[in-house]
């Protein structure tokens, strides 16, 4: 094999090996396992992630769970945050999706992404996405209030970020020493957001819940594109490197 061979396997290697790098653990309603539309429990679509465990056995009237189109829910309008993982809760019922990430809890410089997306919620419902720990992190809206609270253990923290049926973005970061973490919220239709950091409570899971938001698809909540990257050192390590024997593939072509 000749040195162009060797040099462009290499690179080709490296890219891919970087390509993967940049996702620990992702999963979304739009893979194949997720192709009907019924109860994801035990189900396990993308990678890094162990099977769903939804509460309450088969579905029924009152609650469910089932993977669908996020825009169908509240007025309908956008944002978007996909085909995702729904929650429906009506009759004083509740509903809880949990899953945790195969590698453990996460580690010093990582990032969890997650789209979050309630429907309309009647009081006193309400939908919760909290990321599960020694002490848990994460988000509620309450039917009746007006802004998203953020829950730390049983605390809460009024984010300032209004009511929206068209979706949130979360990223939760940990500092490079697994000492303390952000956690920022932001609203998909105007990039109005909320910060705050503290201290790092070995984040290793999800628990998402819809508790009695009410009848119909307008009061469905979804989840998707359940994300977990790397430190960004690490990413641009790989790439450099990758972009380095890219760059001697083209010099001994």
């Given at each position: 094999m ?12 490296l ?30 679509g ?9 509460s ?9 769970a ?15 945050i ?6 429906y ?14 590698g ?23 939908v ?11 988000l ?10 953020l ?21 939760y970061i ?8 952000t ?7 105007d ?23 009410g009848?119909?698809g ?12 790397p430190?960004p ?21």
């Open positions: 000749n040195i162009q061979k060797i040099a462009s396997l290499g690179a080709l290697t890219l891919a090996v970087a390509a993967q790098a940049q996702q620990i653990a992702f999963d979304t309603g739009s893979n194949a396992v997720y192709s009907g539309s019924g109860n994801y429990n035990a189900l396990n993308g990678f890094g992630w162990n099977a769903w465990s939804v309450g056995g088969a579905n029924s009237g009152t609650s469910g089932f993977v669908g189109d996020s825009l169908t829910n509240g007025g309908g309008g956008g944002p978007s996909g085909r995702g993982f729904a929650l809760a009506n009759t004083g019922s509740s509903r809880t999706a949990t899953r945790s990430l195969a453990g809890a996460m580690t010093a410089g990582q990032t969890m992404n997650i789209g979050f997306d309630n429907g309309w919620i009647e009081s006193p419902g309400s919760t996405l909290l990321l599960t720990g020694s002490v848990n992190f994460g509620r809206f309450s039917g009746g209030t007006s802004n998203y609270v829950l730390e253990g049983a605390t809460q923290y009024d984010t300032g970020i209004g009511f929206t049926d068209g979706g949130l973005a979360l990223s940990i500092d490079s020493t697994a000492t303390n973490a956690l920022t919220v932001r609203r998909l239709s990039n109005a957001n909320f910060s705050i950091t503290r201290a790092y409570t070995g984040i290793s899971g999800i628990s998402f819940t819809n508790n009695n938001a009848f119909d307008q009061r469905n909540a979804y989840i998707n594109n359940l994300e977990v990257v430190e050192a690490t990413m641009t390590v790989l790439g450099l490197a990758a972009a380095a024997l890219a760059r001697r593939r083209r010099k001994n072509a």
